[in-house]
Structure formats: structure tokens, C-alpha cells
T-cell receptor, first 113, second 113 residues
Framework: NAGVTQTPKFQVLKTGQSMTLQCAQDMNHEYMSWYRQDPGMGLRLIHYSVGAGITDQGEVPNGYNVSRSTTEDFPLRLLSAAPSQTSVYFC????????????FGQGTRLTVV | AQKITQTQPGMFVQEKEAVTLDCTYDTSDPSYGLFWYKQPSSGEMIFLIYQGSYDQQNATEGRYSLNFQKARKSANLVISASQLGDSAMYFCAMRPRASKIIFGSGTRLSIRP
């Protein structure tokens, strides 16, 4: 059981480049989400999804796009990378919309130069 | 507005002592879940304990217990008999029913030998 898998683990981008962070879960979870964690800070919600075909914005959505075409996958797209997007990105999923804990991926450390 | 507040940026505790990490929350939803996560220096997010808003008893998981005071909107984590391996960042999180999970800014706990 792989759980939540994020790829890549590390990435360096140049300003203006675009890329997609991948997130996949094999637990048939309805809820998936993306967070960013800046040094010494908590997790801020970027986007989330309550099921295939449904996405919504979190507190810091600007500069990011998501889609949820399948239950398993929830990719995060950086449209035009900026140094302010240097961060650690976590993908998380949970079984249902009710009060169940979220399972996290290992994180992607992104540096934009 | 939904909000999680952790007022202790950092704490130092002597090994084998008990420690309480504070968390207060704000939500208008009558049904919600409260969570605590541990993030060691390796970076992964580890789920520790869950408390539902309608649970009559405080949650416990081994050395972890959650001191839930609903009227005060507080959900403090208590770690009994602290160990060196408990040194980490600790995050409090809340999930109103059928909605997104939001996190506090975290508390860095350091255990002294």
C-alpha cells in the first residue's frame, strides 16, 4: 500500500518556467489537497478537491492550478514560477468528507531561482 | 471565519516531564474534527490524535491525549513522560464537516536530556 505519493521530491526551476507537481493516492480517498509550507511556518492551503471533477481554492491559490480528473490523481501546476513560490509542497488525502485524518505525502522541495 | 491559533512558537521541556501544547480554534460549524500532527526534522507529517466535536470523552493515543474544552474552543495536546524523540514541530488542525482542513502555525518542541 503506497499511500500518498508525490513526485518529484526535489525540483529547481528558473523564474518563469512552468511545471506540474504530481500527487497520487491508492486509498480511494475522496478528499485531496495541496499545502505549501514556508520555513518556520505552518501549512497553508493552496487548493483542495472533494471528489473527481470538483476543485476549490484555499487561502493561497494565486499562481497555481489544479484538476481532478480521477479519484487517484491531483496534480498541482505552477503556471509561471516565481521566487516567492520557493517552498515545500505537501499533498494530502483523506477517506471522506467527514472527520477523518489526512494522510500526507513526503513533500516536494521546490526552489525557484 | 475558521481559524486555528497556536500561541507557543517554541517550548523547551526536560525529558520525562509532561508537556501541554496549546491550541484554540474558531468555527461556526457545530460538527468538526480536531487533529494533531507531528513533523520531525525529516519533514514528514505524522498523524497523532483526533477529537470529534461531539465526542464525550477526551481522545487518548498512548502517551498522547487531547484536552478538549468545547466551550472554551480549545484542544490542547498533552504528551506524558516526554522523550528525546518527541522533539519536533507540532501542528494543530481543524476540519469542519465536509470541508477543508486548516492548520495552525505550529509549536516547536525541544526535549532536553
Amino acid at each position: 500500500n503506497a499511500g500518498v505519493t508525490q513526485t518529484p521530491k526535489f525540483q529547481v526551476l528558473k523564474t518563469g518556467q512552468s511545471m506540474t507537481l504530481q500527487c497520487a493516492q491508492d486509498m480511494n480517498h475522496e478528499y485531496m489537497s495541496w499545502y505549501r509550507q514556508d520555513p518556520g511556518m505552518g501549512l497553508r492551503l493552496i487548493h483542495y478537491s472533494v471528489g473527481a471533477g470538483i476543485t476549490d481554492q484555499g487561502e493561497v491559490p494565486n499562481g497555481y492550478n489544479v484538476s481532478r480528473s480521477t479519484t487517484e490523481d491531483f496534480p498541482l501546476r505552477l503556471l509561471s514560477a516565481a521566487p516567492s513560490q520557493t517552498s515545500v509542497y505537501f499533498c494530502a488525502s483523506s477517506y471522506s468528507l467527514e472527520n477523518t485524518e489526512a494522510f500526507f505525502g513526503q513533500g516536494t522541495r521546490l526552489t525557484v531561482v | 471565519a475558521q481559524k486555528i491559533t497556536q500561541t507557543q512558537p517554541g517550548m523547551f521541556v526536560q525529558e520525562k516531564e509532561a508537556v501541554t501544547l496549546d491550541c484554540t480554534y474558531d468555527t461556526s460549524d457545530p460538527s468538526y474534527g480536531l487533529f494533531w500532527y507531528k513533523q520531525p526534522s525529516s519533514g514528514e507529517m505524522i498523524f497523532l490524535i483526533y477529537q470529534g466535536s461531539y465526542d464525550q470523552q477526551n481522545a487518548t493515543e498512548g502517551r498522547y491525549s487531547l484536552n478538549f474544552q468545547k466551550a472554551r474552543k480549545s484542544a490542547n495536546l498533552v504528551i506524558s513522560a516526554s522523550q528525546l524523540g518527541d522533539s519536533a514541530m507540532y501542528f494543530c488542525a481543524m476540519r469542519p464537516r465536509a470541508s477543508k482542513i486548516i492548520f495552525g502555525s505550529g509549536t516547536r518542541l525541544s526535549i532536553r536530556p
